[in-house]
Every structure is written in C-alpha cells, then in structure tokens.
C-alpha cells in the first residue's frame, strides 16, 4: 500500500475553500483533497488558516483570514462567544443554520441508511432562536480574583466566565448574576476541580409555569456555607424563585447532580406544562429545555401516530412518560417502557398528576420486555422510539418489528444513529416514509428528527 503524501506542514499557512461544517461547527475544508478542519470558517467561504495539528489523514488550522466570506456570516451578539463552548455557529446567521442542519440529516440519511434525500422534509426551525432553555447547569470555578460560573471552553474543563447566557431564559440569567453576586459578597469559594477544594459546584436553575423557578445549589462539602443566607437573600432579590434544593456531589464524575439532596426552601416540586398536560418537575427529572420546540416535535409525532381512539401504544423509550402522555389523550392504551427506574416512578407520578388512567408504566429493558409482551398476546398498532444518542439497540429494533406494528414513529436526537437503525428496520420490514428535522436547539450543531415508518406490504 503506497503511502499517502501528507500535503500540508505544521505553522504553514494554506488558502482553503470550505465546503461544511464538522459536527462541533467548525470548518470543512480541503488542500489537495487533504481534510484539513478550521474552526470559525463558514461554508462557502475561502479562508487562510496556519497549520496547528497535523496527522496522517487530517489537519486542524487556526483561522487567519477571511479572504471570500459567506453571505450567510454574522456578529455574534454574545461577548464571550469566541471563548465559550455553550454556543457552536451564533457566526452563522440562523438561516444559514438552518440549512447546515437539515443537510446534515439528508447527508447520514443517504451515506448511512442508502436512503433518498427526498425523504427528509425542509426543517422545522425555531420561532425564537434565543432566551429558549428553560434549564440551567452552570460549573462554579475559583480563580485568582474569586469564583466565576460559566461554560466550559471548547474541549476543555476551563470555565469562560459569563454575566448572562443569550440562550438561556432570563430569569436563568438572574440567578447566574445573582450566585456571583452572594460568593463575591461573602467570600464563598467555587471548586477547583484538579485540587478538589472549595465549595461551590454548580448551580442549576429551570424555569416553570408563569416563570417561576426552581434552583439547585451543588457543593462538593457536605455543608453548604451560608445556608439561612442562601435562603434569605434570594427570596429577598429573586421573588420568582419558588424552591430552592442544596445536592451534594463529591464524586470525581462528570455528573452534575451527586445523591445526596436536602430541600431547604419552598415548594418541593416545580410546575411546568407541555403540549396541554402539566408535570411535577423535580431537580432529578427530565423535562425538555426547549418548550415551544418540544410542542413542534411531539405534535409531528402525534401526527405521524395517527390515533383514532381505539389504539394500543407502545412507548419504547419512555424517559418520565412526556411523550406517553401526549398520546394517551387520543390512544385506546399507551405502554411505556424505559430502564430507568426513577423516570418511571415520575411517569406514574405525571400520570396521575393529569388525571390520565389508561397508560401504563414498566421500568424494564425495552428489548426484553417487548417479547414477553408479544408472547403474553399484546399487539401494539404503534411504537413509538424516542432513544438516547446512542440510538437503539439491535434487541429492542428487532423486538419492535416482530410485534408487527403498522407503523413506528421514531424521535431521535442523533440523526447519524436514526439514519443506522431505519437501515436495520427497513431489512425488517418497515420503510422510512418521512424524516422531520426539527431545530431544538438554535446556535449549536444539535438537530433532532421525527420520523415515520410503515409496515412493507407483504
């Protein structure tokens, strides 16, 4: 095998036209049909960018120049953008995104699934691409000059410190400059995670029904400093804020949220609705962060369903039943299965909450319950999969099609892992009828897909 001639050298400078964007938004380009990937270029655009990683099959450049930019760059309005890792491509007008996502999903559709592009529909872009997340997870650091909160730089465990996040709702953003504000004032250090010391983690804040809000204050201390003052100065300073939690987290893990969990003020649980139904949110819940989003997708969904009244409906990937719920209110039945046991106790709960008695929760492997569920005589008219990233497993898309529904309606949140197992579901008999983009989340490369598939006439 004769050895590939690598074009480029480190420090160089090369002009580069780039065709795409790389799933964390940065630049596609080539020099002699050498990938070379430029973060902050746009496609359409011809950049000079200095060689900074090279390897034996790709180059990553550092952007130089702009010598031809695309119709579709803009200023990024957030002050921290170019340093924040919250944010991909706010350089990309929200047009422009738009495009660069749904040619994502008709790109895995084609190179992965061997599907036409034809079957993927124009995207269902956001009303408000800003001030949309109801949730959120900010680290807490300690610097020389004190704590700071903030996102993590781009491939690193570096806090870009921030005064407010354009993505996330505003009363978020009051607590944000609120915490700083209360550590600042009485000297409460944040965490230094390579040292372990220091008190304050993250602080995580959601934003409910008529903008109430429920705040979580994360330590890796088993006590929180200031606890009474915590209490008195945000009832005093946010009024909105209705319940506040304090969650020790010690581990060395990536998980926010540790075991421990002590309620120290008001309500217990926060209120947020969805699509026409109400649900108790609690800080271990799921719950969608974009709402209006949300409603776009689920109601595609409920679209692809298509319930009469007199349905049976398999839910295979439940989460806390969101979805389930939804389609309880026009299915004969709805089963939801997920392995997460706590999801399927705030299922129950949600359940309940709304008044609905004909959905049924099971925490259990959907590939191995759906068979037992067949052999015990059920026959779903639907199943509905709303997996993880990782999409689904080869059981439970084996278990699906052996239940021989008429249709499967699959939300995903990876369109590269949906494009995979409708491959595997098309050899099992179900034809990928449509894809939906729908963007979730504007200003980042994250894009999800709702998707009908149909029984193959046999």
Known sequence: MTKRNVPVKLNEVYTIPIRD????????????DFTVFVPGALPGEIVKASMVVVK?????GKLISIEQ???????????????CGGCQISHLAYKGQLA????????????????????????LGAA????????????????????????????????????????????NNRVLRFVEGFMTRHHVRGY??????????????????????????VTATAVLPFQELWVEEMQKLLPEVVSIYHDVQSGRGNAILGPVIH?????????????????????????QVHKEQAEVLYDRALTYVSLSGGETVIDAYCGTGTISLCLAKKAKRVIGIEIVKEAIEDAKKNAAFNHIDNAEFYAADAGKLMPELYEKGERPDVIV?????????????????????????????????????????????YETKEVQPVDMFPQTMHVETVSLLVKKDT
């Open 100 to 123: 660069v996502k749904e040619r994502r999903v008709k790109d895995v559709m084609t190179r992965i699934g061997g599907f036409t592009e034809n079957r993927v529909l124009p995207i």
């Open 56 to 60: 034996k099959s790709y180059a990553q």
């Open 128 to 171: 408000h691409p800003w001030n949309y997340r109801n949730k959120m997870a900010l680290p807490v650091a300690q610097v020389t000059g004190g704590p700071v909160l903030g996102y993590y730089r781009q491939g690193s465990h570096q806090v870009v410190p921030i005064d407010g996040c354009l993505i996330q709702e505003e009363e």
């Open 385 to 429: 999969m709303d997996p993880v990233r990782a999409g689904c497993s080869e059981d439970v898309l084996k278990a699906a099609a052996a239940m021989e529904p008429a249709r499967i309606v699959y939300v995903s949140c990876n369109p590269a892992t949906f494009a995979r197992d409708a491959k595997i579901l098309a050899a099992l008999g």
């Open 69 to 83: 930019a695309s119709p579709e760059r803009t200023v990024p309005e957030c002050p921290a953008y170019h340093a």
């Open 192 to 217: 230094n995670e390579k040292s372990r010391k220091g008190d304050i983690r993250h602080i995580m804040a959601r934003v409910g029904d008529r903008g109430e809000v429920m705040v979580v204050i």
């Open 263 to 287: 309620h120290l003020w008001g309500k217990k649980t926060l209120t947020a609705s969805l699509s026409g139904l109400s649900f108790e949110v609690s800080p271990f819940s799921f719950f």
């Open 21 to 32: 964007l790389g799933i964390h938004g940065e630049g596609i380009g080539s020099v002699e």
